[in-house]
């Protein structure tokens, strides 16, 4: 009991941690300090030359931590994401139908889709890691009592400056990243850009190549394409007007390039690429020395050309056992 009485009063006597940790406040590890010692000389020296540096560096430790999180999550969801959004915009039943074999590899596990998904992918996490990152730094640089208001007006200054100096290549790259997102087209596919028209070769941020059907490679700022025509998404389709003596029964005409058209699309390997029945539309056009007999086919995309000179052959036989002339289209 005497114990007690003397001990206890000893150590109320020795104060708070508000007593010894400065004005306002105390911070947890001033507090921890009084905690662990209860000595108001070794907790006014860690105030003094240990608290501020060392709470500064929790706060930095954890707020990058906190970025880092944020970052991986971040590159998870925009990986996950590009992968789904290059699979492209193509339907079930035509991914179904042209789920196949030409060159050595599906068209689904193509060059084009798999430059995209990784085109996309870097651009998302660079950005991201850019905006996560960059507040962190700057939240860090706050906590250490850094005045952010004059690198903040150098920065936006600087950023206008360069942004003007800049524009050209600022649009080349914006025009690419939407192209990409809203995936127009892709390596493998045959586009009209209007100077040009061929293969696309590669594709960047900045700068689309080409190479038409000379051989000539042609490189096309992504900024400078206002407009552009693909023949090699989703589907294609091939149209094919035939020509022939306006004595000819049209009936008979139609009759024999619908079952040659039929014949074609049943065929191997015709009947992967040729994705729909065939259709002949009738008379296109009549003349006094022709009539332009018209028949479609809808096909896998950037195949049309070749079921088209395929069709030409069949239909050139079909039409001399037939007895059916085929005529010159007028000028």
């Not at 996490?125 to 004059?150: C, F, Q």
């Not at 050209?168 to 892709?186: C, H, P, T, W």
Request: with cysteine; charged share 25%; net charge neutral.
């Amino acid at each position: 009991m005497p114990l007690l009485n003397v001990t206890l009063p000893a150590f109320w006597e020795q104060g708070r941690p508000e007593d010894h940790c400065g004005p306002g406040e105390p911070s947890i590890a001033c507090r921890i300090s009084w905690a662990a010692s209860h000595n108001p000389d070794f907790t006014r020296f860690f105030r003094t030359w240990l608290d501020r540096p060392l709470t500064g560096l929790v706060q930095v430790t954890i707020t990058f931590l906190i970025a880092m999180i944020l970052r991986h999550f971040a590159h998870r969801l925009i990986t996950r994401v590009t992968l789904r959004m290059s699979e492209g915009t193509m339907p079930e039943r035509l991914r179904e139908r042209t789920r196949t074999i030409f060159d050595g590899s599906p068209v689904l596990l193509s060059e084009r889709r798999r430059q995209r998904a990784r085109t996309m992918d870097s651009v998302l996490r660079s950005i991201a890691s850019i905006l996560i990152l960059g507040t962190a730094l700057i939240s860090v640089l706050g906590t250490l009592g850094l005045n952010l208001a004059p690198i903040l007006a150098s920065a936006s200054v600087i950023g206008v400056a360069v942004g003007f100096g800049a524009q050209s290549i600022v649009k080349d790259f914006l025009s690419g990243i939407f192209m990409l997102l809203e995936d127009q087209y892709g390596v493998g596919d045959v586009v009209d850009v209007g100077p040009a028209k061929g293969t696309v070769e590669a594709v960047s941020l900045r700068v689309t190549r080409l190479r038409d059907i000379n051989g000539v490679v042609w490189y096309m700022r992504n900024g400078e394409i206002l407009r552009i025509g693909n023949e090699s998404q989703n589907w294609a389709r091939t149209v094919l007007d035939i020509p022939v003596s306006p004595d000819e029964d049209v009936d008979k005409v139609r009759t024999l390039l619908k079952e040659t058209a039929e014949t074609l699309a049943v065929d191997p390997p015709w009947d992967e690429i040729i994705l729909e029945e065939p259709s002949v539309w009738g008379v296109q056009a009549l003349t006094g020395d022709a009539m332009v007999v018209r028949v479609v086919l809808k096909t896998a995309p950037g195949k049309q050309a070749e079921v088209a000179r395929q069709l030409r052959e069949r239909v050139k036989k079909t039409f001399d056992e037939a007895g059916i002339a085929v005529a010159s289209l007028p000028a």
